[in-house]
């Protein structure tokens, strides 16, 4: 028989199970390192990061493969550039922190293949933070703007 005892024990126990993800998603998001693209010595770090890391795939002035929104061979797709003409600034910075750092998968519908490997354990959080102020670093003041307004809406950092 169900009593009031147990129904407020399940409320109570719900509340805190959402306090506890909310926590654990605070708490992952507040430990994201800052990406400043104005911050000269973080942008010096992140070109050399990407140099290293990134350029093989997305191009060495951010430029990505060619024809990088039609679907190779084998289904996947090229990778796409990083300059202003892509994607990229589309996304808040949580989210392109957690791609490269986790990759595509989480943000990706089931079973979608992609070239895309998550460096955590290859690159730290700072590296990660670094390659991704680079990048903004690249952008026109236009799109920068435009993309710190959808990190505003996200609820991150501008």
Not at 30 to 54: H, S
Not at 56 to 63: A, M, P, V, Y
Not at 102 to 129: C, K, N, R, V
Request: proline share 8%; with cysteine.
């Amino acid at each position: 028989m169900i009593t009031r005892k147990w129904i407020i024990g399940l409320v109570v126990a719900a509340i805190a199970g959402i306090g506890v993800v909310g926590g654990v998603l605070y708490w992952r998001h507040d430990a994201m390192p800052n990406i400043d693209p104005e911050d000269k010595t973080q942008v010096a770090l992140g070109q050399g990061v990407y140099g290293a890391q990134c350029a093989r795939c997305h191009g060495s002035d951010l430029e990505g493969q060619p024809n990088w929104q039609d679907r190779l061979a084998n289904g996947r797709l090229p990778a796409p550039p990083h300059d202003a003409s892509g994607h990229t600034w589309h996304h808040p910075d949580a989210q392109l922190f957690d791609i490269t750092k986790h990759g595509l998968a989480p943000y990706a519908p089931a079973g979608y293949q992609s070239d895309m490997p998550a460096f955590d354990g290859t690159l730290s959080d700072e590296q990660i933070a670094a390659v991704l102020a680079y990048i903004k670093s690249r952008w026109p003041a236009d799109i920068r703007g435009r993309q710190a307004r959808i990190n505003e809406q996200a609820g991150g950092r501008p």
